[in-house]
């Protein structure tokens, strides 16, 4: 039986980042223990908290959707933002990355969902985190349907915490880049604020004990920041 274009993605996406997982070298690119990672960690975060300082929002309240969580890279962070636990709520199409995500974290709500059909219902979700997710999704329509659905579950006055490429990677035709145009045409009639950051990672990655000292310098040379970050806010 010939599969659907659906079915298709799916398994596209599903290889690719098993692929991830496989390939030691992409573990060791990825590691927490490189100084490159922590500065990018560190300036994402920074760059978080100044987001929702802006725009006064406190998650300690808030019933939180991560699309496409992986393996709850992004947890870790929200518990340092304030979120509750049992507010959190993870959808990702790979069935092994939801069952690793269930045994690290055990209170978070974490299900098998391909992101094009979200099963929640209008108006569910505070706040909803896309990471480096459109980017993955090489068919546009697919992109553009993400989007819809996302919007259609978010609370009006809810808010997107969104990250993603702003470049096309050299390195990787599994990604591609998601410019400043895309973003208005995926998320439409919502107030946004939204910045560049995260300096090249090959290279920061390269820096080692340098880090400290280059990275602040690097990331004010807005070419070489090749991601954005944002919020976009649903209007009441």
Known sequence: MNKTN??????????VYNNYIDNPDTIKKWS??????KAIYQDRL????????????NLIDKKILDVGCASGNIFPLLNELGANKKNINGIDIRPNSIED???IFPDHSLSIMDARKLIYADNSFDFIITFTLFSSILESK???QIADEIIRVLKPGGVILYYDFRYKNPFNSNVIQINYNEIKNLFPMMEKKIKQITVFPPLVRKLGV???IFYPILSNIVFLNTHYIGLFRKHN
């Open 32 to 37: 927490k223990d490189n100084l490159g990672n």
């Open 142 to 144: 697919y992109r553009k």
């Open 46 to 57: 920074i760059n978080i908290i100044q987001l929702l300082n802006d725009y006064e929002i």
């Open 210 to 212: 340098l880090t400290k």
């Open 101 to 103: 995500a269930k045994k």
């Open 6 to 15: 659906d079915e298709v993605e799916i398994g596209r996406i599903v290889d």
